[in-house]
């Protein structure tokens, strides 16, 4: 399996410009969680999907933020209007959570930047 | 806030050496706990991970878990220059596959 797949790998916007991240979970995972790092907060939990159905999504920011999952194997991440402060490598990562298992395995990221 | 801490290091060991890794977590319950190893400008790849209290060895590396105390920690045994990296130690709350990683210890390994 080729893991995780993340696009745009890097992005550059403007200030109040609307951005759009995209993930292709691993096959057969059930789970997909949208994470993102900054050097200051590290590694924080936005959302996380079960089956395709929003599960948590308490850790998003704030309104200009969104998620959608529509089928198994693609989920986005929407920010509009994108601000400064929105800078950060954002990561997706998938599991499995059959046979007792846990794991997250986490795609390559894609680092934002709002100019 | 169920939270998890990590002292953010660096955590300097010299070629050889065993380096110990330490986190501790405020969630009783929880039930999973990872160490991620992360590379600067790379993403978290799973180093263990562990469910039950003592000890759990693969190759190198071995995590150690003690619910009581609420305490997971990664010793690298001959630890080397390419084990410099920044460690995340990540646990899945409790009744959620929700996880809340530490902000990470940065190791570095003296040649």
């Known amino acids: 399996d080729a893991g995780v797949i993340q696009s745009p790998r890097h992005e550059v916007t403007e200030m109040g410009q609307e951005v759009t991240l995209r993930c292709k979970p691993i096959?057969?995972?059930?789970?997909l969680f949208w994470y993102r790092q900054t050097m200051m907060r590290g590694l924080e939990l936005l959302i996380y999907f079960n089956n395709n159905v929003p599960i948590d999504d308490s850790g998003m920011p704030e309104d200009r933020f969104s998620a959608k999952m529509p089928n198994a194997s693609f989920s986005t991440l929407k920010i509009q209007p994108s601000e400064p402060r929105d800078s950060a490598v954002y990561f997706c990562?998938?599991?499995?959570?059959?046979?007792?298992?846990?794991?997250?395995?986490f795609g390559p990221g894609t680092r934002l930047t709002v100019l | 806030q169920k939270e998890v801490e990590q002292n953010s290091g660096p955590l300097s060991v010299p070629e050889g050496a065993i380096a110990s890794l330490n986190c501790t977590y405020s969630d009783r319950g929880s039930q999973s706990f990872f160490w991620y190893r992360q590379y600067s400008g790379k993403s978290p790849e799973l180093i263990m991970s562990?469910?039950?209290?003592g000890d759990k060895e693969d190759g190198r590396f071995t995590a150690q878990l003690n619910k009581a105390s609420q305490y997971v920690s990664l010793l690298i045994r001959d630890s080397q220059p390419s084990d410099s990296a920044t460690y995340l130690c990540?646990?899945?709350?409790?009744?959620?596959?929700?996880?809340?990683f530490g902000t990470g210890t940065r190791l570095k390994v003296l040649a």
């Open positions: 990540a646990v899945r709350t409790s009744g959620t596959y929700k996880y809340i």
């Open positions: 096959s057969g995972h059930d789970y």
């Open positions: 990562a998938s599991s499995f959570t059959g046979y007792g298992t846990d794991t997250q395995y």
């Open positions: 562990i469910y039950s209290n």
